[in-house]
């Protein structure tokens, strides 16, 4: 086997049995021996993949964070469904979680949103989601308005901000009013707008 893919393989291995631990046992519970026999990879040789566990743990949330995007942007590209049965059918981070506890994702998030990498990682997957679902909205017709692209890309992402700095919980109840601003405005259809 060529020696460069074989390294690839076990950093893959490693990633795999890390994403795996994590999302059963959370950061903290989880050691690098843990790691290491999981993935089958000895212990010492994991460090010349990784320099310690938190760059580890940095190169597998985003291996996650790559995922999470990918399977939304097949979602948001499969044109067997129309516009609204692929908005419907996004996928959520919550898929992801299945096997872990409140407390393994907020321990997971807390994570994430404390590493600017990997924040910035994921600001930069929504600005180009946020295009695609554009793109993807316009040619079904769904999308209409004649705001700019970058105006719109600019208000989904100061949500998403606001998004993280509040409860899950409130924001769930915002969300039907949101979605109702963001689809038909604030003003009356019809109406006039003052100049």
Known sequence: MDRNLKKELNRQKILTATLKLYLKQGIKA?????????????????????????????????????????????????????????????????????????????????????DEILTTKITEHLNELFKLILQEGRKAGFVQTTASDQAIITLLSALNSFRTNVSNEKFNQLIPDIIQILLYGLAHPGQKLPH
Do not use: G
């Open 30 to 114: 989880t050691s690098v021996r843990d790691i290491s026999r999981e993935s089958q990879i000895s212990y010492v040789t994991m460090y010349k993949y990784f320099d310690n566990k938190n760059v580890l743990t940095q190169s597998a949330l985003a291996c996650l964070i790559d995922q999470v995007f990918a399977e939304a942007q097949k979602t948001i590209l499969n044109r067997k469904l129309t516009f609204m049965e692929r908005m419907h059918a996004f996928p959520n981070h919550k898929h992801l979680f299945t096997t872990s506890t409140s407390e393994v994702i907020t321990e997971l998030n807390n994570y994430i949103q404390a």
